[in-house]
Nanobody
Framework: QVQLVESGGGLVQAGGSLRLSCAASGRTFSGYVMGWFRQAPGKEREFVAL????????SYADSVKGRFTISRDNAKNTVYLQMNSLKPEDTAVYYC???????????????WGQGTQVTVSS
């Protein structure tokens, strides 16, 4: 089992920045692909970004490309999502997830955090 705990959400004005963190515990963090997803009210959960174990491969949704950056510190078992130039449409609950297989489909991820709310005011 892998336990994931997100933090860093909050209320920010449009154009502002937030950094989300996801701390993993339980079985080894090693080898897992880490992903960030988000879900706005009334919408399906959608892919935001992912990073492989080595950090050499990252992928972003088109809607956040150039504004968000995913990174990980394996020594701390933590993955980050730096969010810049935030827009009201980025408002959602943000979840981190872990899986051994590379992919953007949330249905394929085995482990999930409880989520952290990000609200961007206009």
């Amino acid at each position: 089992q892998v336990q994931l705990v997100e933090s860093g959400g909050g209320l920010v004005q449009a154009g502002g920045s937030l950094r989300l963190s996801c701390a993993a515990s339980g079985r080894t963090f090693s080898g897992y692909v880490m992903g960030w997803f988000r879900q706005a009210p009334g919408k399906e959960r959608e892919f935001v970004a992912l990073i492989t174990w080595t950090g050499l491969t990252t992928s972003y949704a088109d809607s956040v490309k150039g504004r968000f950056t995913i990174s990980r510190d394996n020594a701390k078992n933590t993955v980050y999502l730096q969010m810049n130039s935030l827009k009201p449409e980025d408002t959602a609950v943000y979840y981190c997830a872990a899986d051994v297989v590379l992919g953007t489909n949330p249905a394929n991820y085995d482990y999930w955090g409880q989520g952290t709310q990000v609200t961007v005011s206009s």
